[in-house]
T-cell receptor, first 114, second 113 residues
Framework: AQSVTQLDSQVPVFEEAPVELRCNYS??????LFWYVQYPNQGLQLLLK??????LVKGINGFEAEFNKSQTSFHLRKPSVHISDTAEYFC????????????FGAGTRLFVKA | DTAVSQTPKYLVTQMGNDKSIKCEQN?????MYWYKQDSKKFLKIMFS???????INETVPNRFSPKSPDKAHLNLHINSLELGDSAVYFCASQRMSGANVLTFGAGSRLTVL
């Protein structure tokens, strides 16, 4: 079985500051790793994904994430945040275990302050 | 053109009633899902269908019955609604090859009074 732990439920940060949202996962099989973003009253949108290859993955809106197999982590980073980045961020793992299943972490609320 | 569309967007009803939520995707994807998001934003998978066949059925009360008339549609019917069913229900679709990325609808907020 797979599981995802997002280590911070809320991250307040000032505009133009860097941010890191932490995610750890566990799985007994190979997984795909994702970060999704949810803006208020909307569905989730894909930010970036890791399938294989380079461990540094670049996504939309200036976000990037690094896959670390030894630490089973997939932390999300942005060097300079904007007010518009305020949203809920979800780390997710996907695996095919008799049907492809994507399991989500509990979410991290990023709050960007002026 | 909305890729994954859900109706209704909002649903307010009394305990004990039966209600349905509909979902349609125009992406040509093979697989569709229902997820439930509770008041703490936690997302839990409920069901998945691949080409009209039920693939994943998580531990969900049998008051919840999904139906897929074709691979572009997945509906969710809920019988005898309870207060704890209040949540936002998200439909999602996925092409079962390559990246396996989910495309979500905007959600259907169900409030049971």
């Amino acid at each position: 079985a797979q599981s995802v732990t997002q280590l911070d439920s809320q991250v307040p940060v000032f505009e133009e500051a860097p941010v890191e949202l932490r995610c750890n996962y566990s799985s007994s099989v190979s997984v795909y790793l994702f970060w999704y973003v949810q803006y208020p009253n909307q569905g989730l949108q894909l930010l970036l994904k890791y399938l294989s290859g380079s461990t540094l993955v670049k996504g939309i809106n200036g976000f990037e994430a690094e896959f670390n197999k030894s630490q089973t982590s997939f932390h999300l980073r942005k060097p300079s945040v904007h007010i518009s980045d305020t949203a809920e961020y979800f780390c997710a793992v996907g695996a095919d275990t008799g049907g492809f299943k994507t399991i989500f972490g509990a979410g991290t609320r990023l709050f960007v302050k002026a | 053109d909305t890729a994954v569309s859900q109706t209704p967007k909002y649903l307010v009803t009394q305990m004990g009633n039966d209600k349905s939520i509909k979902c349609e995707q125009n992406l040509g994807h093979d697989t569709m899902y229902w997820y439930k998001q509770d008041s703490k934003k936690f997302l839990k998978i409920m069901f998945s269908y691949n080409n009209k066949e039920l693939i994943i059925n998580e531990t969900v009360p049998n008051r919840f019955s999904p139906k897929s008339p074709d691979k572009a549609h997945l509906n969710l019917h809920i019988n005898s609604l309870e207060l704890g069913d209040s949540a936002v229900y998200f439909c999602a679709s996925q092409r079962m090859s390559g990246a396996n990325v989910l495309t979500f609808g905007a959600g259907s907020r169900l409030t049971v009074l």
